[in-house]
């Protein structure tokens, strides 16, 4: 059930109860019988002024006793669905089935289940990881690995499962407060997104990456063009611990925005360094660099204005050789990022295009596969950690990404579920009716920070002990161990495929070497440049 209620309207329920208590007791001088509506309607009063006081549901407190209709939907609703609706893998994008799991993680109650799968495992797509009759017992799963190379004086040890970028603005004051809050309490990594470090981040305490985007929030001059001295400012923050430089998103690459001047408070407008009363542009391409010689610069000068904290990049795997070029710029350089996070297509937004969400960029296990086989390709994969983003909510979705060449996880809208996030879907309309994902202040009340981060915190921590025991019950001791082959996939013809023919991992150093192999790698090697983006011959892939 989805409320997207005006807030006028939210109350009218509750308003009524409350005029119909005062009516019924106004007449009891006339009948005894009003006596009853008194009963009736003064215990749904009392209903909704409890509603609005306690601390653990968004939306009762957001919407006082009509709120209640959504946990009686929700308690009738799998009996509905499974023969009449939907089922519980029916994904909006998100399923029932995973929506619940993260709920579960976060109020740390029992996320067992009993009578079975019920997916259809001989359906083609269906993925499983294999198992070990030769099982560990691993204790500590607080896994972890080093971002950070020869180039980098201060190194982070980075959770193998982190928050993903999303910005302040996007997010409401207290859903940014509780992630950092979480974030610092379970000892992992929270992404700003472009919009810059807010006083929320800071308040918060948790480990931040401060991510850069085209806008340069944070760290910009009057004309919107990068300034270092800004950068350095920000930087030097020992909450910020590595700095990500945003090329594009998954849900809308190579898409700009508008802030509207009605829609910059004066918390964003000292986040993201922009003035009050004008509307904020965040361009579609950055103005700091124009060649992929020039991005290496760029990296190098925020890793030396970091004073050597790890410096990387973000983007959805768009042209090939686009990245390849960047690939030989490393080379021709000797500048190497010390990460680059791959974000799916299928990664979130608060609003874009539809065309953009459904048919632009490519989804995640084909650019993540593109770009660890690149990397290992020219040599360089060894010296550049790569962090993955699409859709990772769940231990197995963390472990195939592992599998698949990633060394770490993000996740932003499974932490958005963990602060009570409902899938309603109204991120775009200030109407966010938890207050996860709204700039109004009566409906961000209804995200009670201090019940919230806990949430946050014990998600993160029972997907890691989750984590723990699937690379347990593969004979691993560390999900780092995780490959290829550990996993299997139902091909179109109803047989087993293995993951090394999947997603194969391609020798090292193969595209230094003479020769015709891998073609469609080295076809898009041999055209890319360092100096410069754009293909003489063929435009594009």
């Given amino acids: 059930m989805e409320f997207h209620l005006y807030d006028r309207q939210r109350y009218l329920i509750f308003a009524a109860c409350i005029a119909f208590t005062a009516l019924c007791l106004a007449l009891l001088t006339v009948s005894a019988w009003f006596l009853l509506g008194v009963v009736v ?20 407190r957001n919407y006082p006793v009509l709120g209640h209709m959504r946990f009686i939907f929700e308690g009738i609703r799998p009996e509905i669905r499974q023969y009449l609706i939907e089922s519980d893998q029916d994904e909006e994008p998100f399923s029932r089935e995973e929506r619940s799991l993260v709920y579960q ?36 799963t607080d896994f ?64 931040l990456i401060y991510e850069v985007g085209t806008g340069y929030f944070g760290c910009r001059d009057e004309k919107g063009n990068f300034d270092p001295g800004k950068f350095a400012e920000q930087a030097a923050s020992e909450q910020v611990r590595m700095i990500e430089v945003k090329l594009s998103q998954g849900a809308k690459p190579g898409h700009g925005g508008l802030l509207p001047a009605s829609k910059v408070s004066p ?74 996070v791959v974000d799916g297509k299928e990664g979130g937004t608060g609003a874009a295009p539809l065309e953009f969400s459904n048919h632009l960029g490519m989804p995640l296990q084909d650019g993540l596969v593109f770009v660890h086989n690149t990397l290992r390709g020219a040599g360089l994969r060894d010296d550049v950690k790569i962090g993955a983003s699409g859709k990772l909510i769940s231990s197995f979705d963390i472990a195939k990404a592992i599998g698949m060449g990633a060394d770490w996880a993000n996740s932003a809208r499974g932490f958005m579920f963990s602060v009570g996030c409902i899938q309603a879907q109204a991120c775009h309309t200030n109407r966010c009716p938890t207050g996860v994902a709204t700039q109004d202040k009566t409906r961000q009340r209804a995200l009670v920070v201090e019940d919230k981060y806990l949430r946050v915190a014990s998600f993160h921590r029972e997907t890691m002990k989750a984590l723990g025991s699937m690379t347990g019950a593969s004979g691993l001791d560390h999900p780092s161990q995780f490959m290829p082959h550990h996993f299997q996939k139902r091909g179109h013809d109803g047989q087993m495929i293995g993951g090394q023919r999947v997603f194969p991992y391609l020798p090292e150093g193969f595209l230094l070497r003479e020769g015709d192999d891998y073609e469609p790698y080295r076809y898009r090697w041999n055209r890319a440049s360092a100096d410069r983006f754009t293909s003489p011959d063929l435009p594009g892939v």
Avoid at 122 to 132: A, E, I, K, M, P
Avoid at 156 to 166: C, F, G, H, V
Avoid at 188 to 201: K, L, M, V
């Fill in 41 to 60: 309607f003064g215990a749904l009063s009392a209903v909704g002024i409890y509603d609005m006081m306690q601390t653990h549901h968004s939306i009762l």
């Fill in 144 to 207: 972890r690995t080093t971002v950070g190379n020869s180039q980098c004086s201060q190194p982070y040890e980075i959770s193998l499962y982190n928050i993903s970028a999303m910005s302040f603005g996007s997010l409401s004051a207290n859903a940014i407060l509780a992630l950092s809050m979480g974030a610092k309490e379970g000892g992992f990594a929270h992404d700003t997104g472009e919009g810059g470090i807010s006083r929320y981040h800071r308040q918060g305490g948790g480990d």
């Fill in 105 to 140: 993680r976060a109020k740390n109650v029992e996320s067992a289940r009993p009578f079975g799968t019920k997916l259809h495992v001989y359906n083609t797509g269906y993925s499983w990881l294999t198992h070990s009759v030769n099982p560990r017992n691993i204790e500590n």
């Fill in 267 to 340: 918390e964003i407008a000292e986040a993201r360094g922009i003035p009050l009363g004008v509307d904020c542009h965040s361009p579609a391409g950055h103005s700091a660099f124009t060649t992929p010689i020039e991005f290496m610069q760029f990296l190098q000068q925020l890793r030396e204005l970091s004073k050597g904290k790890p410096v990387g990049f973000k983007l959805c795997v768009g042209h090939r050789r686009e990245f390849m070029c960047m690939v030989k710029a490393m080379l021709e350089t000797g500048i190497t990022p010390d990460f680059i």
